[in-house]
């Protein structure tokens, strides 16, 4: 059974920074050519996809989140990371870790091409 457990949300003020971690299970052992990413859900939106790595250490982000967020991968863990840096308020959300067998693509922002998901971590933003 393919796993996936997020950790590292909390509270934070303005400026702030935090480090999520994603551990995935029973899964990269599995395949050879995997992508993990990361995505963020406010209350009233829709989730949106903030960064992507996959096997071969290949990474994507959203536009807007580039110059502050930064993902990365340890293989021996089994693990993901997303550094993020200057938080604003704008990004609380509940933040989900996702994974799918193959490369990262070029519709790796879209949740519906993802065939595994854990169950988010919150990360709240006050002024």
């Known amino acids: 059974e393919v796993r996936l457990v997020e950790s590292g949300g909390d509270s934070v003020q303005s400026g702030g920074s935090l480090r999520l971690s994603c551990r995935i299970s029973a899964f990269t052992h599995d395949y050879i050519e995997y992508c993990m990413g990361w995505f963020r859900q406010a209350p009233g939106k829709e989730r949106e996809g903030v960064a992507v790595i996959d096997s071969q250490g290949i990474s994507k982000y959203a536009d807007s989140l580039k110059d502050r967020f930064t993902i990365s991968h340890d293989k021996a863990k089994n693990t993901i990371y997303l550094r993020m840096r200057d938080l604003e308020p704008e990004d609380t959300a509940m933040y989900y870790c996702?994974?799918?067998?193959?490369?990262?693509?070029?519709?790796?922002?879209?949740?519906?091409?993802?065939?595994?998901w854990g169950q988010g971590t919150q990360v709240t933003v006050s002024r």
């Open positions: 996702a994974a799918r067998t193959g490369r990262v693509f070029s519709g790796w922002k879209y949740p519906q091409s993802y065939d595994y």
